[in-house]
């Protein structure tokens, strides 16, 4: 996995923006809300994202994943290289990302970008 082929996944999704943050973190947001960080500075390349609150001890707990830091309590995962998983599982779990951060949006902004 490469930066390039996560701005693919991440821009197929509807109403999605990227900009960058706090002069180094590529992020994807939906509505507004931040769906998907990837840490620009790092080398291995790392990335925060969101995992249903069931999956969120169990991703912490495997190797290269912990709490991502300020955002963990909203169930926020870190992974140390985003090589370490597979493009099918970041499809997963970027468009799962998407769906949650998407599904706690305003009704009004959620038909918004259903119509777009």
């Known amino acids: 996995m490469d930066i390039e082929t996560m701005r693919s ?6 109403g999605v923006t990227e900009d960058v943050k706090w002069g180094h973190d590529l ?3 939906v509505g507004l809300k931040m769906f998907c960080v990837v840490e620009l500075d790092e ?3 790392s990335a925060s994202f969101k995992v249903k609150d069931e999956e969120f001890e169990e991703m ?3 190797q ?6 300020y ?6 995962v870190l992974i140390d290289d985003i090589t370490r998983m597979s493009r099918s599982d970041w499809e997963f779990y970027l468009q799962q990302s998407y769906k949650l ?3 706690k949006l305003p009704l009004k902004i959620r038909k918004e970008l259903d119509n777009n």
């Open 60 to 62: 912490t707990n495997r």
């Open 71 to 76: 955002v963990a309590r909203y169930k926020w």
């Open 101 to 103: 951060v998407k599904e």
């Open 9 to 14: 996944i991440c821009r197929s999704f509807r």
């Open 43 to 45: 080398t291995p390349v």
């Open 64 to 69: 290269g994943f912990k709490p991502a830091p």
């Open 27 to 29: 992020v994807f947001s």
